[in-house]
């Protein structure tokens, strides 16, 4: 199995080439683009270089699977671009990431290109316990093991992003149909206040309000508040699905964290 | 004339009152709604004291404008309620104020009531020079003095916002339809990628791309980033409008700052 790797949002550094490619060692082989050590102000090089290097391993048929090797910020630059110039080798595609290249995924899933799935990037190799989360990823990307995915995950189709994330799609053409959907929705170090604001404008949403419910992955590392914001992250979630009729399902089992599981769309 | 000043968002102390009402003696009456003073963690009170306290004075015959205190985080938790129950005497008033109300300018706009306008609030009284910021919104409110508006302000129809604010009513019920307006937008103490991410996802608007064109005011106090975002402000503003076809009108004078000038919608 070939498996692309591109930085859609920022750059990654060497080591976690090193330590990724260990680990893919026998299972699979690595295809690290170039562009994914570029460097531009904020991004992994210029707009048109993160998307001419995304176009180009998405398009190539000899490559099974496009893994976005970290987040940070710089998807929605170039999700226009993308998006209009996949062909066919990119519908027969494997597609996995999560944090800002959130925006991709929710770009491919609304046009129907690749199986989609929120899980472990390259970059988390970097975290406590990153071994584990790219070894899951890879679980999932190379046997397809079930024990990779969150487990919650049932009949019902579902979908799963970072909810800033989430909410920049909100009334763009890239926010795909959520009806009937288990919505699950994670977040790291956002004030408590922007992530009330953000399901406010997530919730509003018709296809959202048709899902099938919502869970919560984790809310972690919320910096603290002046005056205390006076709710917890739960309540607040709990709050936004009652106003707007989302059933709450409970909890989902991934996060900007070591123990984030694979959830594919669909 | 009467002017009801009501905090939506976040309270206020004392000491705004006084300041205040010292500068609007013999000019108008200052009717300080009792909620302005509570609390309730990050709120001026909860969401149905704030809402409640807006409907009341918006419904009150006897109050000629309505006065937002001061900007924070909450408006948009109560604008569904408040907009709702807002009867004939809502209508036949004016309603100031900028940054977080303005989720409540937007959606009062959007259903045509009212005289809506952006600019100074009681709560600026505390910026350095905050009184000239105060005695321009009082000119406006008492007089209608010219000399208190944006200066380009001109044939076009003209809207002002708080960036991020705009971002979050992108996809609701409450974006006003902004074709062929002057849209001016504003921000503070933003890290230069989310006012980018935000950028994103309103100039992709239908309304918004069929403006007039857009004018950047004030976009200060930017958190230093790691890396460098890469671009100035007025260079995001600007390639934002390039991608989307929305001509750059150049500035405006409006921002979280003394010197922030009045602009009335429409």
Redesign the interface.
């Known amino acids: 199995m070939r498996i692309g790797i591109v930085a859609p949002s920022c750059r990654i550094d060497e080591d976690v080439v090193s330590r990724v490619s260990a680990l893919a060692e026998g299972r699979a082989e690595l295809v690290w683009h170039l562009q994914c050590f570029l ?5 992994a090089g210029p707009d048109s270089a993160r998307a001419e290097a995304l176009i180009e391993v998405a398009n190539d048929a000899t490559i099974d699977a496009v893994w976005f090797a970290r987040g940070g ?1 710089g998807a ?2 170039i999700v226009d671009r993308v998006i209009d110039a996949l062909g066919p080798a990119a519908r027969d595609k494997t597609y996995l990431g999560y944090s800002d290249p959130g925006t991709l995924l929710g770009a491919l899933y609304a046009r129907g290109i690749g199986r989609v799935a929120h899980g472990p990037m390259p970059a988390d190799i970097r975290r406590d316990g990153g071994e584990t989360a790219v070894v899951r990823a890879l679980d999932w990307l190379v046997d397809g093991s079930p024990a990779s995915l969150e487990p919650s995950l049932g009949e019902a189709p579902a979908a799963a992003f970072n909810i800033v994330i989430l ?2 799609l ?4 890239h926010l795909p149909d959520l009806v009937g959907h288990v919505l699950m929705i994670e977040e790291v170090a956002e004030y408590l ?1 922007r992530t ?3 399901l ?2 997530i919730v ?2 018709p296809s959202i309000r048709a899902a099938a419910g919502l869970r919560m992955g984790r809310i972690s590392h919320v910096p603290d ?1 002046d ?5 917890q992250p739960e309540a607040v979630v709990r709050d936004w699905c009652a106003r707007a009729g989302i059933p709450f399902l409970g909890s989902a089992d991934i996060g900007h964290d070591a123990d984030n599981k694979v959830v594919p769309f669909g």
């Open positions: 460097s531009d102000g904020h991004f910020y929605c630059r909410a920049h909100i009334g763009t053409g206040y009330d604001r953000d406010a404008q509003q949403h508040n005056p205390d914001f006076g709710a």
